[in-house]
């Protein structure tokens, strides 16, 4: 755990030196490079099952949360929630690629109470349920 935080350190910190110069094209890596929202985006990347609110976020972050809000939407380009809902989504498309999990287990891991809570969502932003996800990519690797 300790040799995986550090590598996590690690890369933000070179992210930071890399993008100094340009950080708002950067999106998400623009909150990197902030340390502020860098330790929220960290957090978020460590437990995407947790239920996070904005004013989790903000305290970890050492802000108000009208400050924390503002600030991560003028570098991340979202809302703080919007992106843990991009991120756990991500993760369960990620997870439905390469495991072998149900459904179920995918909703619960990445932070969803149900598989229809992660249904509902995942075919709001992919245009297809966790299980036509799941046979489509199955069936182009048959191919």
Do not use: C
Request: aromatic share 8%; proline share 3%; glycine share 6%.
């Amino acid at each position: 755990m300790v040799v995986t935080r550090l590598l996590h350190l690690l890369f933000a910190q070179s992210v930071r030196e890399q993008a100094a110069g340009r950080p708002s094209k950067l999106g998400w890596m623009s909150g990197l490079i902030d340390p502020q929202i860098g330790r929220a985006l960290s957090a978020i990347h460590t437990d995407p099952a947790r239920r996070w609110s904005v004013a989790d976020l903000a305290g970890i972050a050492r802000l108000s949360r009208s400050a924390f809000a503002e600030r991560f939407v003028e570098l991340v380009g979202v809302s703080p929630l919007r992106y843990v809902t991009v991120w756990r989504l991500d993760l369960a498309a990620d997870h439905l690629r390469s495991g072998s999990a149900s459904i179920s287990q995918i909703a619960h891991q990445v932070g969803y109470g149900s598989e229809a809570a992660l249904t509902r969502a995942f075919k709001a932003r992919f245009k297809a349920t966790p299980a036509q996800f799941r046979r489509r990519r199955n069936s182009v690797l048959r191919r």
